[in-house]
């Protein structure tokens, strides 16, 4: 109907790039379905159905038009339509196991939109997936919680026992993603149970009460609030406090009593951990509960003004602040007596609160600490004035709103701070009072928030430009500062009071430290030199077991290092190199290594030669030392000896020669290193390590060409030494490198790559398959295909054999890397080529003896020829592959549809087999059915899958029953929307009909056989071809082909019916042939003859026909009879159409009256196409039979679309034939009688009545 194509075709574009067709598009299908709300929810269903591979996006879009269609037109859908729906709904929610948010939200709304008129259903279905001891579907909750908002009334009655089956799981529960939705849920069954009770009068069952609740309430409330609320996940926390508070509400008071003192104080607790604190701070207005908020609000004041002080609350200061201000407005307002606090009435905590009442005025003076709490606590102030002082009140609330605003309008204060200090800095480089400079530099030491790491950094560089000018007085001053009280860590019980902790001691370290690198950096060089070991240098080795800002402290050398003038560096650098050692033999380890190496490494690629030069000199002296003094006790792994080589192998190309000896070195040390940590002995030598030291030899020469050949030998060494798992950093830091600054450097990391490729190209596609298991960021990801497409470019068929051998069925990680590759359509043509010669010369199957029980053979898949489709099928995912996929487009169709008559009837190899996951994934015949598919979309052949969807050639081609069927459709659509690509395809296919695969020959017949019904094939010139390949396999072993054959001759009459008489001495041979076929059980050969041979007699010259009339005659007239509906009427048919030859001709008209009655019996075959059949012959047969009378009762009567009383015209017929004595009576009379008797036994009374009284007439 229209609407039905209409709405497909909505349907189709749901998923429209812009958001405004799309909108327009739904809008559009709701109209459709507030008409015919069954029509279209059909329609919806069954194109989700049909397209399982739907991107998430376009199935969002219709599931959500499914809600808006239930939710606006519920009550005229049909309830076997909810039903189905509610199934729908259900499985989209629960078919992946993984939560895809957008996706399941959407069928999860479907059900919470149902459930507002039939909850009863809903909960019938989902509540079959919310089983007692199982952890159900994270969206399972989510919809239980979902429609306890929308339908309250409806769902409270089954909150009870949801909550039972619930309060088991809670325990099981181990992610946080489940237990953030379970708090969710309790939260909202509390609000609705709330809501319920506070609704008595409206509610179905008012019965109801509190206390029906209270007991899981509480036993869930003991998970959340012991367990659960101490989460490091912030949101988790936020949603299992909001749930605590709405779940509060339901306990026994007694309970809630019992809790307060635990809860409140982790409750406040939050406060240093979360952003947000609107959750936590909110009070429910539940009226039926408004004693509770009351208690609550009389326990929170004034006792929550004593959380103001501690320093561990330090970070909720604001949210404090407001929370009080909240508190004292509403007191103060309502003229509430305690608004006043009655210092006496509580004595012991008299001095808290004194401290307290001091502590904001405290908090104003340093407005920005503790995220900005000086705002805040003025206004805390202004709100409990009257408590402090009564003349305060009137003062604060004219100066207290001006200094808010005035702190509110301020610039951050960090960023000013550290711009005053580079001044001070700047200003002190000037000045000549010695005194005042050291005056000033106590002041800023002493004053610095050293916990800020902008600040830290301005008072480190203000104090360097000090020291430009100032040497000895800044060192003095450093020194002076590192042996203060500051530094001293608090120790024993006494340390609790004090304020700096271990954390705070560790920063004023690396503020000193970073202190002496910027006073190297800007000191004078004749007296840097001097005091560079015993000043500098030694301050910064005592302090250097900071845990904090280590990467400032080691830049700050190794930048001291490299911008000292060649005078300077001899000292300085064996210096920095005593220093280093001392702090890598504090954690010898490859941790302790990489904690070192890791400030080193950006001067590798510096620009400057000599920065180069010794930054990987001095990794060489590092590594040494590393390895003389490693004792290996334990197993341990060289983890990061990938990163580390993957830096250092490329420098070996670099243009500095020094630098190319030296990071041979490094190489020749990791791989001894690496020999220890496997258990080698530290005086063994390894033939290929001590390679290297020829390799070394070699980069002596500058020539380019030597460079690389010699890298290539350096990344064979490396190869052969370096474990799999270091392969996958090594890859990730070769792939930096292919950007390095030095162009040789790059090369080099290229050649690296390549090297290895050749070595271990399979290692390499494991680890980038291994590495998309772990990574969930999308852009990474897009990196890792990038890498993937790198290694094709270079060695592709390293890269597809590997990629083809891993195990079906492929994951979805493989399924990536395929469809990685996809992503180049110059490297996807040359894949895709590359399969394709595969898949056409490649064993499909195997036949295989199952049992020895069972006689027979069973077809079972090869792997690499499904490997390779599936391949195709993943590769053509990626649109990026559609200009390869349209300029191969003939062979990928060609190749496709081989391989799907291939996979008819045949198994999975055992090891797939053993698993129904992988049957489902990965059915032979379904990857070859949907890799076909997605070529069509592919090459945006749309029209041609739109009847193709419509009529489920999908399935009938996966359903080895109907599989011919559906290629059938198939030819019918590409000859019909595709016309123009056929002759290619054609082309590619002929070869096929050759094959000795029965099942291939099948597949391209029945193409070919559907192509000869359409003129098109005319018009493009391959009608020739097309029926010499018919003519041929009409004589093929196999049956079906033989009767696909026959099929497609007789469609030449159909599809160009001018051509006929061009094969006329072909046809009736083929179809003569075809009734006498012996080897035909089904006689499917002998109906196809039969009706090719009525089809192509209508266009036949009689000089074609005359001589064979009664020949074929006499073939037909066995099959009048035969128990075959289907053959019975072609022959009948035929026998109408071979009548208008056989006109004048005696033997013909003696043979027509020999079958008359044979038809006259069949005017009331039980099969109406029969029936029409046997009118239309009789008609036609009408002249021959000699009788005009006879003739024109054909004629009149016989219509095949008018009833016909059977009876009432055979008593006529021989009423009329016994009158007349008519020859054609007599030679018939047995015959007739017999026709007679077998109607008294009609089951209409009227047709027995008229054959009793037709029988009268015989005397």
């Known amino acids: 109907t229209a609407v039905s194509e209409v709405t497909l075709a909505l349907l189709d574009a749901a998923n429209d790039r812009d958001p405004v067709v799309q909108e327009q598009v739904r809008k559009s299908i709701l109209t459709l379905g507030n008409q015919q709300p069954d029509k279209v929810l059909s329609m919806c269903q069954d194109y989700l159905l049909k397209h399982p591979k739907l991107v998430v996006g376009h199935r969002v879009v219709i599931l959500q038009t499914i ?72 969206f399972v909750v989510q919809t239980l919680a979902n429609l306890s908002d929308s339908n309250v009334y409806g769902m409270v009655p089954f909150l009870n026992a949801i909550m039972g089956t619930m309060l088991p799981m809670l325990g099981m529960t181990k992610q946080d993603n489940m237990k953030w939705v379970f708090s969710s849920a309790l939260c909202h069954f509390s609000e609705s149970i709330l809501e319920y009770l506070a609704n008595l009068d409206k509610a179905p069952d008012p019965t109801v009460r509190k206390d029906t609740f209270s007991s899981e309430i509480y036993s869930a409330y003991d998970i959340l609030f012991n367990s659960w609320i101490q989460s490091r996940e912030s949101k988790l926390r936020l949603t299992v406090a909001e749930a605590l508070g709405s779940m509060s509400h339901l306990m026994a008071h007694d309970k809630l009593e019992e809790q307060l003192p635990k809860l409140l104080p982790t409750v406040l607790g939050l406060y240093k951990k979360n952003s947000e604190h609107y959750i936590i701070s909110k009070v429910k207005p539940s009226s039926p509960f408004h004693n509770y908020r009351k208690c609550l609000v009389e326990v929170l004041w004034p006792m929550l003004l004593c959380y103001l002080t501690p320093n561990q609350y330090a970070n909720a200061t604001t949210p404090l602040c407001k929370s009080l201000i909240l508190l004292a407005n509403k007191k103060q307002t309502a003229q509430e007596p305690n608004f006043i606090i009655d210092f006496n009435a509580q004595v012991q905590t008299l001095k808290l609160l004194k401290l307290m009442l001091h502590f904001p005025q405290v908090n104003a003076a340093f407005p920005f600490r503790c995220r900005g709490h000086g705002a805040p606590s003025l206004s805390l102030l202004h709100a409990i004035s009257p408590n402090i002082h009564p003349k305060a009140e009137p003062l604060w609330e004219n100066e207290i709103p001006k200094l808010v605003n005035y702190l509110e309008g301020l610039l951050k204060y960090t960023t000013v701070m550290y711009f005053l200090y580079r001044c001070i800095g700047v200003i002190l480089q000037q000045c000549y009072n010695k005194e005042l400079v050291r005056k000033q530099l106590q002041e800023i030491l002493i004053g610095t928030r050293h916990n800020d790491a902008i600040e830290r950094t301005g008072v480190a560089m203000g104090i360097g430009l000090c020291a430009s000018s100032h040497l000895d007085g800044t060192l003095e001053k450093l020194e002076e500062f590192g042996k203060s009280d500051a530094f001293r860590k608090a120790s024993g019980i006494f340390g609790l009071l004090k304020d700096k902790n271990d954390v705070d001691v560790e920063k004023m370290k690396s503020t000193l430290i970073l202190c002496y690198g910027y006073v190297a950096l800007h000191a004078p060089e004749d007296k840097l030199l001097t005091r560079i070991d015993s000043d500098i240098l030694h301050n910064i080795s005592k302090n250097f077991n900071t845990k904090v800002k280590q990467s400032g402290i080691l830049n700050c050398m190794f930048s001291l290092q490299c911008v000292f003038p060649q005078v300077l560096y001899s000292d300085t650098f064996t210096a920095l190199h005593e220093l280093l050692r001392n702090v890598l033999a504090r954690d010898l380890s490859p941790d302790g290594l990489q904690s070192v190496f890791k400030h080193i490494e950006s001067w590798l690629s510096s620009g400057q030669d000599h920065e180069r030069e010794r930054a990987v000199k001095t990794t060489a002296e590092l590594l040494q030392f590393y390895l003389d003094n490693l004792r290996v006790k334990n197993l341990v792994t060289f983890h990061n000896l990938g990163a580390l080589v993957g830096r250092l192998a490329p420098r070996c190309t670099d243009p500095n020669p020094e630098v190319r000896r030296a990071a041979i070195d490094c190489v020749y040390r990791l791989m001894y290193i690496q020999l220890r940590y496997e258990g080698f002995s530290l005086d063994y030598k390894d033939d290929s390590v001590e390679g290297l030291l020829d390799v070394r030899e070699k980069l002596s020469n500058p020539d380019n060409t030597v460079l690389y050949k010699t890298c290539s030998e350096l990344t064979k060494i490396i190869s052969k030494r370096l474990p799999q798992q270091q392969l996958s950093t090594l890859l990730f830091m070769l792939y930096d490198g292919l950007v390095d600054s030095q162009s040789n450097c790059s090369r080099a990391s290229s050649v690296i790559l390549n090297t290895l490729l050749k070595n271990r190209g399979a290692e390499m596609l494991e680890v980038l398959h291994n590495r998309l298991q772990v990574i969930g960021e999308e852009q990474v990801k897009v990196a890792i295909g990038q890498s993937i497409l790198i290694l094709a470019t270079q060695h592709l068929q390293t890269v597809v054999n590997t990629l083809v051998a891993y195990p079906l069925p492929y994951d979805s990680w493989s399924c990536e890397m395929w469809i990685a590759l996809g992503a180049d359509s110059t490297l996807a043509l040359q894949i895709m080529e590359m399969i394709i010669e595969k898949l056409n010369v490649m064993v499909p199957y195997v036949d295989k003896k199952e049992s020895m029980l069972r006689p027979g053979l069973t077809k079972v898949a090869t792997s690499q020829p499904l490997a390779m489709t599936c391949a195709l099928r993943e590769m053509m995912l990626n649109g990026q592959s559609a200009d390869a996929v349209a300029y191969l487009f003939p062979k990928l169709f060609s190749a496709l549809l081989v391989r799907l008559g291939s996979s008819v009837g045949v198994q999975l190899p055992k090891d797939l087999n053993s698993n129904n996951i992988c049957v489902s994934l990965c059915c032979v015949l379904r990857v070859a059915v949907e890799a076909l598919r997605i070529l069509l979309g592919r090459a945006q052949l749309d029209a041609v899958m739109k009847p193709l969807d419509q009529e489920g050639a999908w399935d009938k081609m996966k359903d080895p029953q109907q599989h011919t069927t559906g290629v059938t459709l198939l030819s019918r659509a590409m000859a019909k929307h595709a016309g123009p690509r056929l002759p290619s395809i054609v082309e590619s296919l002929c070869p096929s009909l050759c094959n000795i695969y029965e099942c291939q020959r099948i597949t391209v017949t029945a193409f070919f056989s559907e192509l000869l019904n359409h003129h098109v094939v005319t018009e493009l010139m391959i009608l020739d071809m097309l029926m010499n390949n018919m003519m041929e396999r009409i004589t093929d072993t196999c049956g079906t082909v033989r009767m696909l054959a026959v099929r497609g001759l007789g469609n030449i009459a159909v599809g160009s019916p001018e051509k006929v008489n061009k094969y006329a001495k072909e046809l009736l041979a083929a179809m003569s042939s075809g009734m006498e076929e012996n080897d035909d059980p089904g006689k499917l050969i002998t109906l196809e003859a039969m009706s090719g041979m009525s089809k192509i007699l209508i266009y036949l010259d009689q000089k074609n026909v005359h001589l064979l009339v009664v020949y074929i005659f006499m073939k037909i007239k066995p099959f009048l009879e035969n128990e075959n509906d289907e053959i019975r009427c072609a022959s009948i048919m035929l026998l109408g159409n071979l009548s208008k030859f056989g006109s004048g001709e005696p033997v013909f008209k003696d043979q027509i009256h020999n079958v008359l009655v044979s038809l006259l019996l069949h005017l009331s075959d039980p099969n109406p196409q029969v029936v029409k059949a046997c009118k239309y012959a009789m008609r036609i047969c009408a002249p021959v039979i000699g009788s005009e009378q006879i003739s024109a009762m054909f004629q009149n009567h016989l219509l095949e679309e008018k009833g016909l009383h059977h009876g009432e015209f055979i008593n006529d017929l021989t009423k009329y034939l016994v009158r007349s004595k008519s020859f054609l009576y007599y030679k018939n009379t047995h015959r007739i009688a017999e026709c007679l008797v077998m109607l008294l036994q009609d089951p209409d009374p009227l047709v027995r009545g008229k054959a009793a009284e037709a029988m009268g007439h015989f005397h």
Do not use: C
């Open 67 to 138: 809600e808006l269609v239930v939710k606006s037109r519920i009550d005229d859908i049909s309830y076997p339509k909810i039903k189905s729906v509610i199934q729908l709904a259900s499985d989209e929610m629960t078919k992946s196991k993984e939560v895809v948010p957008e996706w399941q939200q959407a069928a999860s709304n479907i059900l919470v939109a149902v459930g507002n008129k039939y909850i009863n259903d809903i909960m019938e279905e989902i509540l079959g997936k919310f089983r007692p001891g199982v952890l159900p579907h994270f």
